[in-house]
T-cell receptor
Framework: SQQGEEDPQALSIQEGENATMNCSYK?????LQWYRQNSGRGLVHLIL?????REKHSGRLRVTLDTSKKSSSLLITASRAADTASYFC??????????FGPGTRLSVLP | EAGVAQSPRYKIIEKRQSVAFWCNPI?????LYWYQQILGQGPKLLIQ????????DSQLPKDRFSAERLKGVDSTLKIQPAKLEDSAVYLC?????????????FGPGTRLTVL
């Protein structure tokens, strides 16, 4: 598996529901970042969480990091149609280059 | 604040031809990245510059790809000769500083089609 790998690969939910995406990685990290990509706005940074942090919030986004399990999760609450996009985790790992996972494709249905 | 600029937005070439992409990062950003994103995959880092020096080019296919960042500002990425598998979106990103990688700001990308 890759350094950063998202799960699930694809997710469909109804507007108003919560969406949870997970990211697993293999080696120790300096930080982990989540990005969103859609056709309208390209690739956009969402949240950066450092290795010594466990949880961060930004608006409707909540990111957790469990370094013992080498995993992170991104929760989007009260989803909207505009949240439809691909979501990528990216890791800055010690001694390695910056690596993006293959992404989770989220569809929010009206 | 102006974002990361890239040109051209689209390019179609025949295999074995050459192509060049240009990137202008956000003013004041010391670090510049070039990524290759194949359809359905995450971006793959090709090269990272800190000012005008190369920090990481371990995944750059150096037999056909080259990149430079003159004067620590604009950058160009060149492919010569192109292969069919080079068809992808080439993304440029910049960040304030290197070290532990921080928030990156991405340009709109150049979509390359090699026929």
């Amino acid at each position: 598996s890759q350094q950063g790998e998202e799960d699930p690969q694809a997710l469909s939910i109804q507007e108003g529901e919560n969406a949870t995406m997970n990211c697993s990685y293999k080696t120790s990290i300096n930080n982990l970042q989540w990005y969103r990509q859609n056709s309208g706005r390209g690739l956009v940074h969402l949240i950066l969480i450092r290795s010594n942090e466990r949880e961060k919030h930004s608006g409707r986004l909540r990111v957790t990091l469990d370094t013992s399990k080498k995993s992170s999760s991104l929760l989007i609450t009260a989803s909207r149609a505009a949240d439809t996009a691909s979501y990528f985790c990216a890791t800055d790992a010690k001694g390695q280059n910056f690596v993006f996972g293959p992404g989770t494709r989220l569809s929010v249905l009206p | 604040e102006a974002g990361v600029a890239q040109s051209p937005r689209y390019k179609i070439i025949e295999k074995r031809q050459s192509v060049a992409f240009w990137c202008n990062p956000i003013s004041g950003h010391a670090t510049l990245y070039w990524y290759q994103q194949i359809l359905g995959q995450g971006p793959k880092l090709l090269i990272q510059f800190q000012n005008n020096g190369v920090v990481d080019d371990s995944q750059l296919p150096k037999d056909r790809f080259s990149a430079e960042r003159l004067k620590g500002v604009d950058s160009t990425l060149k492919i010569q000769p192109a292969k069919l598998e080079d068809s992808a979106v080439y993304l440029c990103a910049s960040s304030l500083s290197g070290g532990a990688v921080g928030e990156q700001f991405f340009g709109p990308g150049t979509r390359l089609t090699v026929l």
